[in-house]
T-cell receptor, first 114, second 112 residues
Framework: NAGVTQTPKFQVLKTGQSMTLQCAQDMNHNSMYWYRQDPGMGLRLIYYSASEGTTDKGEVPNGYNVSRLNKREFSLRLESAAPSQTSVYFC?????????????FGPGTRLTVL | DQQVKQNSPSLSVQEGRISILNCDYTNSMFDYFLWYKKYPAEGPTFLISISSIKDKNEDGRFTVFLNKSAKHLSLHIVPSQPGDSAVYFCAASERNTDKLIFGTGTRLQVFP
């Protein structure tokens, strides 16, 4: 099992460019999440998907869109990147049937917007 | 309004001694709490959890204590090892929701 995989690992964008961060999990999990981590801010939830076909906003959704392509894949899109979106992005998944289970995280994508 | 708070950004402990990491929360609806460990350039990994019906959960060198009346939990690592040097995040979940709320993290350094 690869667990949660993310591509790319690193990306540099210019302001106004667009890109999609890819995430896939092979654990048959129902729920998937996108977080960003910034110094002194912890992990903040951008969007999540409780099941295939559903998505919901998290704490910091502005400037992002998501697609739950199928049960395995959950992508995060930046339509017009801004320097404030420079961050490390983590995807996570969870079985989701019960509240009492943990999330599993991918290795992260380090994004710099110039 | 931060619902999960880790007020100590960093902690330095000698190898073999106890490390105590603290976490406070404000939402009385939280019923499940987790600790994650994060090394540089890696994703967070689950360490230990506790549900609100318990006040202690132990797994090897790691023990989590929950004080519901004080809305406080702590992670004890005994004995601390250099490999425990990492950032530790506290997280909380509310019943029947699909989200975790994370604290800002505490960087633990264990020195020889």
């Amino acid at each position: 099992n690869a667990g949660v995989t993310q591509t790319p690992k690193f990306q540099v964008l210019k302001t106004g460019q667009s890109m999609t961060l890819q995430c896939a999990q092979d654990m048959n999990h129902n729920s998937m999440y996108w977080y960003r981590q910034d110094p002194g801010m912890g992990l903040r939830l951008i969007y999540y998907s409780a099941s295939e076909g559903t998505t919901d906003k998290g704490e910091v959704p502005n400037g992002y869109n998501v697609s739950r392509l199928n049960k395995r894949e959950f992508s995060l899109r930046l339509e017009s990147a801004a320097p404030s979106q420079t961050s490390v992005y983590f995807c996570a998944s969870r079985y989701g049937v019960s509240s009492y289970n943990e999330q599993f995280f991918g290795p992260g994508t380090r994004l710099t917007v110039l | 309004d931060q619902q999960v708070k880790q007020n100590s950004p960093s902690l330095s402990v000698q190898e073999g001694r106890i490390s105590i990491l603290n976490c406070d929360y404000t939402n009385s609806m939280f019923d499940y709490f987790l600790w994650y460990k994060k090394y540089p350039a890696e994703g967070p990994t689950f360490l230990i959890s506790i549900s609100s019906i318990k006040d202690k959960n132990e797994d090897g060198r790691f023990t989590v204590f929950l004080n519901k009346s004080a809305k406080h939990l702590s992670l004890h690592i005994v004995p601390s090892q250099p490999g425990d040097s990492a950032v530790y995040f506290c997280a909380a979940s509310e019943r029947n929701t699909d989200k975790l709320i994370f604290g800002t993290g505490t960087r633990l350094q264990v020195f020889p």
